[in-house]
């Protein structure tokens, strides 16, 4: 697990250290300094090991030099634009969560960031406590979805959860990690009902606070993935469907073998 530690602000360096009981290995991309020690320091004593960066240069540098399990990314920073950070961390760490530490509290925003590769986010100002509730909820599923070793199968499609891959007809999916949570959850439950509250606990966290737009962007891109890779293949796969369930939820349809690829559906 990752640490960040130095004389001075000048000199850092980065080690890979072991903390007995740590729940996570996390960086903190944040460039107020107030704000970086006060996260760092709850989110150690909750027991995680904390890398705390305060630029995108050095964001990237621990990004390349480890693994993460997740990151939590100021958008807001000195030195490069914070949705082309998201982006590449996104690319140099794809099965880390990635939570967007953000002042910007326009729905478009949002749906930006979580477009760029974001899998949740917090507006600032937030609590030490909820934010934690969040960290720990992100850790645990992610956890529990490693330690499944089954798979499920809707129509065309299989989604291996032992080994987190997604296949359409035979031919590999590539999804981002919340995007692959949130296709596992509906496959394993397909031509059923589940409801927005049922799928942002198991797929985000009981302890979820917020807005549930996360979940209707990271539904909006599963529907675009899937259909892309569907037209992509001669002849075209079968599309499984994602259906809005009007003020109620989603529900996936295994859609028969050979029917025709739908358009992408707008939300």
Not at 23 to 32: A, H, K, N, R, T
Not at 33 to 47: K, M
């Given at each position: 697990m990752w640490t960040l530690s130095g004389r001075s602000?000048?000199?850092?360096?980065?080690?890979?250290?072991?903390?007995?009981?740590?729940?996570?290995?996390?960086?903190?991309?944040?460039?107020?300094?107030?704000?970086?020690?006060?996260?760092?320091?709850?989110?150690?004593?909750?027991?995680?090991?904390?890398?705390?960066?305060?630029?995108?240069?050095?964001?990237?540098?621990?990004?390349?030099?480890?693994?993460?399990?997740?990151?939590?990314?100021?958008?807001?920073?000195?030195?490069?634009?914070?949705?082309?950070?998201?982006?590449?961390?996104?690319?140099?760490?794809s099965e880390a969560v990635l939570v967007m530490l953000t002042a910007r509290r326009e729905d478009m925003d949002v749906i930006v960031g979580l477009e760029s590769g974001a899998d949740d986010y917090l507006t600032k100002p937030f609590g030490t406590g909820q934010l934690l509730a969040r960290v720990r909820a992100h850790l645990r599923r992610a956890a529990q979805s490693h330690d499944e070793a089954s798979s499920y199968t809707a129509g065309d499609l299989l989604v291996d959860v032992s080994v987190r891959r997604c296949f359409l007809a035979g031919h590999e999916v590539v999804l981002r990690s919340k995007e692959f949570d949130l296709l596992s959850r509906l496959a394993s439950a397909a031509g059923e009902a589940l409801s927005r509250e049922t799928l942002m606990s198991d797929v985000w966290g009981i302890n979820w606070f917020g807005s549930t737009k996360t979940l209707d962007v990271h539904v909006a891109a599963l529907r675009r993935r899937l259909s892309l890779a569907a037209s992509a293949q001669r002849p075209p796969a079968a599309v499984p469907e994602i259906t809005t369930l009007r003020r109620f939820g989603y529900r996936l349809e295994a859609a028969r073998p050979g029917s025709e690829v739908p358009e992408t559906p707008v939300t």
């Open positions: 602000d000048s000199d850092w360096r980065w080690e890979l250290l072991t903390y007995p009981g740590a729940v996570g290995s996390i960086m903190l991309v944040e460039d107020d300094f107030t704000i970086g020690d006060l996260v760092q320091s709850a989110l150690r004593a909750d027991g995680h090991s904390v890398a705390w960066v305060r630029t995108g240069a050095d964001a990237n540098r621990v990004a390349a030099s480890g693994s993460l399990d997740l990151i939590l990314l100021d958008l807001g920073l000195p030195d490069v634009d914070g949705l082309d950070l998201c982006r590449a961390l996104r690319q140099s760490q």
